[in-house]
Each structure stands twice: as C-alpha cells, then as structure tokens.
Nanobody, 127 residues
C-alpha cells in the first residue's frame, strides 16, 4: 500500500525555522520524483520544492529559493524540507507528493498532477 505521511508542521514566529518530514511506504524514494506543495486558504495549490530520483536535480519556487532546502534519505525512505527565515506568507497546509513517471520540474509546476499525495501538515507563521 502506497502511503506518504507528513509531520513537523506547527506554529512558528516570523524569522523562525521548521523542518518537515515525509515518510514514504509502499515504494522506494529512489524510484520516484518527490516534492513539497502547499495550499493557503483561498489560493491554489503550488509547488514549493521537488527532488529527482537520484537527488541530482532540485527545483525551488522563486518565493522560497534561498530559504528552504529539500533533501531525502533513501535509507530511511524519508524526504525533508528545512524551512528557514519563515514569513507569514509561508502559512499554508504543506503536502508531499510523489510520482514514478514525472520529471522534477513537471511535477513541481503541476503541469501534470503527481499520483501519490500525503494528507498534509499545517504550517502557521505568526507573531
């Protein structure tokens, strides 16, 4: 059974940091492109950061470039998103998603929708 489970969300002050985790089961992370997406109230879901099967390619949206870092540990079958210098505009539900066929950029652009999604974790940046 394919499953993605996010954790690590919470309430943080502006300028603070959080690390999100996405634990995968039912497939191996080195067989898929995988990434982070977010959806704020009243807004469309957007790609935040994605990483290729081999970790050779990463993609970041302009709004998080330089502040967020994506990584994965294939041995633990877990992906991470280190979020630094958080802003109120980063407030959203964060989802991880994976797909065995899509390229990193096609997935993050949401040109095509990834096959597998987690349930999401809330990140709130507020003083």
């Amino acid at each position: 059974q394919v499953q993605l489970v996010e954790s690590g969300g919470g309430l943080v002050q502006p300028g603070g940091s959080l690390r999100l985790s996405c634990a995968a089961s039912g497939f191996a992370l080195d067989n898929v492109a995988i990434g982070w997406f977010r959806q704020a109230p009243g807004k469309e879901r957007e790609g935040v950061s994605c990483i290729s099967r081999t970790s050779a390619y990463t993609y970041y949206s302009d709004s998080v470039k330089g502040r967020f870092t994506i990584s994965k540990d294939n041995a633990k079958n877990t992906m991470y998103l280190q979020m630094n210098s958080l802003k109120p505009a980063d407030t959203a539900v964060y989802y991880c998603a994976a797909d065995p066929q899509l390229t990193t950029q096609a997935m993050c652009d949401l040109t095509l929708k990834p096959d597998y999604w987690g349930q999401g974790t809330q990140v709130t940046v507020s003083s």
